[in-house]
C-alpha cells in the first residue's frame, strides 16, 4: 500500500526539510522571476512622502538631454533633473492657482528646450464616470519653463475653458505632443483630450504655432461620437506623434479597436480617423485596483519611419501587453507581439504600459506593472522590457524588485517613460509596503470625488493620555518614483 506524503516526512525529517526548502527557493524564484536588473539602474522617490500622487509622465530635452522633467498630480506638481536623472529636485509654483484641483498631467519639450506641463483643472467633479452630467467650470492649461524644468512661469495658459453654467461638457485626460523635427511644422505643440458631454465622448484636438502663447480653437478628430460615460465605448486614450515629414500620428480608444488619424498640415485638419488594431475591452478590472484600462500610445523611429502602437487587453486571459508596428506609414499593422514575456495563460497581469522609442538609437521602450511574481496576482513590481530588433520581440528588465501591493489606494490612470541616447528614464506610482505614511499639510485634494477610494483618509484623533508623543497612525497614500537605465555599453 503506497505510503502518504505525510508518513514519508514523518519517517524522513531530512526528506521534509529538502521538500521545505525546496518550496521556498521556488517561492523565491517565482517572486524574482529570474529578471535580469535594468542595467546601471538607479530609482529615486519625487513625492514629498505619501499622499494623492499618481498618474505621472516624463520627457527630456532633446537640445539637452542633460535636462529631464518628471510631472505628477495631485495637484500638478513637477520634479526636474539637470544631470540626467542622477539627482532630482522640486519645481515650485506649478499647480493652477485658479482652481481647487488640477491633475492628469502630461510633459514635453519643444524644439526651443522648453519644457512644458499640460493639466486639466476644475473645482468638482459632476456624477460619478459620467464626468459631463453636473460638471463644475474646468479647462485644459499649460505652463511653460524657460530653464529645461527648474522654474515656471506664473502665467497659466488657457486651452479651452469653460465656466459653470448648465450642460456644460467635461474635458479630460490631455496630452501634450511637440514637433522637434525640422519639417515645416518644426515647433508646433498638440494636445489632444476627451471632451465628456451629456451624450456623447469625443476626441479633440488644439495646436500651437508661438511657443505654447496661444492655442487653437479644438477641433473634433474622431470618426464619430463615443459613449458619454468613461468606461469602454468611450473616445478615450489620446497619444500623439510626428514624423520626420512634420506628419502627425494620433491614436485613442473606441469600443474594442485603436483608431488612427493623421495630420499632414501641422494639425490644421485630419484624414478621417480609421480603426488600425482590434483588442479585447480597453477598460477592465484587476484585483486591488479600483480600475485599470489598457489606453494606446504611439511612438515613432525617426531614423526607419517605423511606428509602433502598445497597448493591454486580456485576449490571452491574463493582461498582457502589446506591440504592433508599421513600416508604410500606418496602412498596414503588424500582428501584436507580447511585451512581456513571461509565461503563456500564466494568471499574471501586466498593466499601465507606456511606450517611448529612443531617436537616436532607435529602441522601443515599455514600462509595465508586473505581477508574474505574486501567485496570487495580487502583487506587483516595475518591469522595463526593450526591443532593438523593431518590435519583433522584447527584453524584460527589473526595474524594482520588491512587490507591492495597491490596494486601498487610488492608483491612477497611467505611467510614463522617456528614452534619449541610450538612457531611458520611466517614473510610475508606488504604494510604500512597510513604512509609515504621511500626506504633506494641506495636499488633501484629489482629482477625483471625496466619496472615492481615492481619497485620503482624515487623521486619526491622538486619545492617549501618555505624556511621551504617539507616533501617527499610519495612513494609505502613493508615491511617485523614477527610475533610470543605462544601456550605453560605456557604462555598463
Known amino acids: 500500500m503506497p505510503c502518504s506524503s505525510h508518513q514519508i516526512f514523518s519517517r524522513c525529517p531530512r526528506l521534509a526539510a529538502l521538500w521545505a526548502l525546496s518550496f521556498v527557493l521556488v517561492s523565491i524564484q517565482l517572486f524574482g522571476q529570474t529578471l535580469p536588473k535594468a542595467p546601471n539602474s538607479e530609482v529615486f522617490t519625487l513625492s514629498p512622502g505619501t499622499g494623492p500622487f499618481t498618474e505621472p509622465a516624463i520627457a527630456v530635452n532633446p537640445n539637452n538631454p542633460q535636462q529631464v522633467t518628471a510631472v505628477y498630480q495631485d495637484n500638478a ?9 542622477h539627482s532630482w529636485h522640486p519645481a515650485e509654483h506649478v499647480a493652477s492657482e485658479n482652481y481647487r484641483i488640477s491633475g492628469d498631467v502630461s510633459t514635453t519639450y519643444d ?3 522648453h519644457a512644458f506641463i499640460c493639466y486639466i483643472a476644475f473645482d468638482k467633479l459632476g456624477t460619478f464616470n459620467y464626468w459631463g452630467n453636473n460638471a463644475s467650470r474646468n479647462g485644459i492649461f499649460v505652463r511653460r519653463s524657460l530653464d529645461g524644468g527648474k522654474t515656471w512661469e506664473s502665467k497659466q495658459i488657457t486651452v479651452s475653458e469653460f465656466a459653470s453654467t448648465p450642460g456644460i461638457p467635461f474635458e479630460d485626460k490631455p496630452y501634450i505632443v511637440a514637433d522637434n523635427t525640422k519639417g515645416r511644422y518644426a515647433g508646433n505643440l498638440y494636445i489632444g483630450w476627451t471632451r465628456w458631454n451629456l451624450t456623447n465622448s469625443q476626441i479633440l484636438l488644439s495646436r500651437s504655432t508661438d511657443d505654447g502663447e496661444t492655442w487653437s480653437k479644438p477641433i473634433e478628430i474622431d470618426s464619430h461620437p463615443g459613449l458619454p460615460r468613461d468606461d469602454n465605448g468611450a473616445n478615450e486614450g489620446f497619444d500623439g ?3 520626420s515629414d512634420g506628419r502627425l500620428y494620433s491614436v485613442w480608444s473606441q469600443n474594442n479597436d485603436i483608431y488612427l488619424a493623421t495630420s499632414r498640415d501641422g494639425g490644421k485638419s485630419f484624414a478621417r480617423a480609421r480603426p488600425i488594431l482590434h483588442t479585447a475591452p480597453i477598460m477592465f478590472a484587476i484585483d486591488t485596483l479600483e480600475r485599470a484600462n489598457g489606453f494606446p500610445q504611439i511612438a515613432i523611429d525617426p531614423r526607419s519611419r517605423r511606428l509602433y502602437v502598445t497597448w493591454t487587453d486580456y485576449r490571452n486571459g491574463d493582461l498582457d501587453a502589446f506591440c504592433s508596428t508599421s513600416t508604410d506609414g500606418g496602412k498596414k499593422w503588424s500582428e501584436p507581439t507580447r511585451v512581456n514575456n513571461d509565461a503563456l495563460h500564466n494568471g499574471a497581469d501586466q498593466f499601465f504600459q507606456w511606450m517611448a522609442v529612443d531617436p537616436v538609437d532607435g529602441s522601443a521602450n515599455v514600462i509595465f506593472y508586473d505581477r508574474r511574481g505574486d501567485p496570487q496576482n495580487r502583487k506587483q ?3 522595463l522590457a526593450r526591443s532593438t530588433n523593431g518590435g519583433d520581440s522584447f527584453q524584460n528588465y527589473a526595474w524594482t524588485t520588491e512587490p507591492f501591493e495597491a490596494g486601498g489606494v487610488f492608483f491612477g490612470d497611467y505611467s510614463g517613460i522617456a528614452a534619449y541616447g541610450g538612457r531611458v528614464y520611466g517614473v510610475w506610482t508606488e504604494k510604500p509596503v512597510s513604512v509609515p505614511e504621511k500626506i504633506s499639510e494641506g ?6 470625488p471625496p466619496t472615492e477610494k481615492n481619497s485620503p483618509d482624515k487623521p486619526a484623533a491622538d486619545k492617549t493620555a501618555k505624556p511621551e508623543p504617539v507616533p501617527p497612525k ?7 518614483k523614477v527610475g533610470v537605465a543605462d544601456f550605453n555599453p560605456s557604462t555598463h
Not at 77 to 85: I, N, V
Open 474 to 480: 499610519p495612513r494609505g497614500g502613493t508615491v511617485v
Open 111 to 113: 524644439n526651443q528646450g
Open 241 to 243: 506623434a510626428v514624423g
Open 77 to 85: 506638481q513637477a520634479s526636474y533633473s539637470q544631470d540626467a536623472g
Open 381 to 383: 513590481t516595475v518591469t
Open 443 to 448: 495636499k488633501t485634494l484629489t482629482n477625483k
